[in-house]
């Protein structure tokens, strides 16, 4: 097995998962259309409250394509796991990080469609308000995306079924969503919880997009100051749960 990263095959891989999730309609359909579906819902729920989605609706438009997936990944590189592919694969020249890459890769050509159309659904159809730049808020949704992805494929090697990866879920993703300053400010937050808020990647995810939605006289590269630096700490986040994706990951469950 090769231990030096190959584009080519790194590309391979990434459009056979794409293929994959062509012919998948069901995964797909929980890509792309879920999250538009929770956010339509969000909107109807507080329909006499306009106010109260516009401050939930940024924040939601990272939390759902983090969440997505993470699921989507983790089930899906089990069901590789368990049914040989990953071992086939991996007994040819292939590294381990060009499987994980190549995943990570397809989940976030895909996360650009999911975005986007959340993104227009929110700000076109359902009123969101939105002072910064549009593309913004694609931008950190993609990159909250792959965040879960990395998250996802880090937790499949822990895992042994489908059910033990999705009960990761309670302990890896449920106290970053009550801890990133949806339901109480982050610097609202009891002494000890605002300490561990900064130190989970989704807080950062949520302030980024927040930023956007909020927009700011200062700007950087036409992003609202700050936002790019929520973005390198997610992006870090994400390039080190692959690097230990990488290094635990097995060919098959035990």
Do not use: N
């Not at 381990?96 to 995943?103: I, P, R, T």
């Not at 993104?119 to 913004?136: A, R, T, Y």
Request: aromatic share 6%.
């Amino acid at each position: 097995m090769s231990t030096v990263v190959t584009p080519r095959i790194t590309s391979a891989v990434a459009a056979r998962v794409l293929a994959q999730l062509r012919h998948d309609h069901r995964t797909l359909g929980m890509l792309v259309a879920l999250p538009c579906l929770i956010l339509a819902l969000l909107r109807w729920i507080y329909d006499a409250q306009p106010a109260v989605f516009d401050r939930l609706g940024p924040a939601l438009l990272a939390l759902i394509p983090f969440t997505v997936m993470f699921l989507v990944t983790s089930v899906t590189t089990l069901r590789e796991r368990s049914s040989g592919t990953l071992e086939r694969l991996l007994a040819m020249p292939t590294a381990k990080l060009d499987f994980l890459l190549g995943y990570a890769v397809a989940f976030g050509a895909v996360a650009v469609v999911q975005a986007t159309l959340a993104v227009g659904l929110c700000v076109g159809l359902l009123g969101l308000s939105v002072e910064g730049p549009l593309w913004g808020l694609v931008a950190v949704a993609v990159a909250d995306a792959v965040l879960g992805t990395a998250l996802g494929l880090f937790v499949s090697a822990f895992a042994r079924t489908e059910f033990q990866a999705v009960q990761f879920m309670p302990a890896l993703v449920i106290p970053q969503i009550l801890l990133c300053g949806l339901f109480v400010p982050r610097d609202q937050l009891p002494t000890g919880l605002d300490v561990l808020s900064d130190l989970l990647p989704l807080s950062y995810a949520v302030d980024a997009m927040t930023r956007v939605a909020q927009g700011a006289a200062d700007t950087v590269v036409g992003m609202p100051a700050g936002v790019w630096g929520d973005l390198l700490v997610v992006g870090a986040f994400a390039l080190a749960l692959l690097a230990l994706g990488a290094a635990t990951l097995r060919r098959r469950t035990a």
